[in-house]
């Protein structure tokens, strides 16, 4: 089956609101192809002006991350209904910023999982390994303990309607890519791990995205393999670039 691409760029911490503003007017017409889904994830202070500055395009809001209650005494975060109203379709989950400098483990990117579906947000599911799990050649029973626990308790048919993007650590914001191959053998397994999990229409119909270092030099090879439906871009998402890598 054909599933449809998505090209997710992840700001992480940067753009005021000023300068996101301006990004987004700078990209307008780079970035219009709608044979794809175009997604800005940006941080929480951006949302309401961002949202704003897509209206009419064909660019959809993504949030960076969230907390699991709706309300209450949780000191600087930021709630799902608060992303819905301000215009928020996707959320990313489980980015290994999130679990590396923030302590985030499986049970609470689960909870995200859930939370997210039942505010009618979108996950951007991440997954991936470290360079010591690449080398130590254990990275896919890693990645495949990780799907396991985010997805428990998830429905096929949630499942359907999500993103997981795969992103090796090493290959973020280093310059360092996973080959074309590379990237391609773990998307498959992604899928495989699905099918075994749920069954083969599922795997068939989740959109498995590539993260690490995805640019507009490499985007059209990584783009091209079977089981790779998008990216999520991080520095490549803040720069024209963007447009090429939409286009590839």
């Not at 970035?31 to 395009?57: L, M, Q, S």
């Not at 428990?152 to 992103?167: M, N, P």
């Not at 229409?201 to 783009?223: C, F, H, K, P, W």
């Amino acid at each position: 089956m054909a599933r449809r691409r998505i090209i997710a760029g992840n700001w992480k911490m940067n753009k005021t609101p000023s300068e996101a503003v301006a990004l987004c007017n700078e990209l307008k017409d780079l970035v219009k192809n709608d044979a794809v889904d175009v997604v800005y994830c940006v941080p929480a202070i951006d949302i309401v002006p961002v949202a704003e500055a897509v209206k009419g395009t064909n660019v959809h809001v993504g949030a960076e991350n969230f907390y699991i209650e709706d309300k209450g005494a949780f000191t600087g975060e930021i709630s799902a209904p608060m992303l819905k109203e301000a215009g928020v379709e996707y959320v990313i989950i489980g980015h290994s910023e999130r679990r590396d400098i923030f302590g985030e483990n499986d049970i609470l990117i689960n909870q995200k999982v859930k939370k997210a579906f039942a505010s009618g947000l979108t996950p951007i599911m991440c997954c991936g390994e470290s360079l010591a799990l690449r080398k130590a050649g254990t990275y896919k029973e890693w990645i495949a303990r990780q799907i396991k626990w985010d997805l428990t308790d998830i429905t096929a048919d949630q499942v359907k309607t999500l993103v997981i993007a795969y992103e090796p650590i090493w290959a973020i914001g280093t310059g360092e890519t996973a080959t074309a191959d590379q990237a391609e053998e773990v998307c498959k397994m992604i899928r495989e791990i699905i099918a075994d999990l749920y069954d083969q229409a599922t795997a068939d119909a989740v959109r498995i995205q590539y993260g690490g270092s995805m640019n507009a030099a490499n985007a059209a090879e990584l783009l091209s393999k079977p089981n790779i439906d998008g990216g999520l871009i991080g520095g490549a998402s803040l720069k024209a670039d963007f447009g090429q890598i939409v286009n590839a």
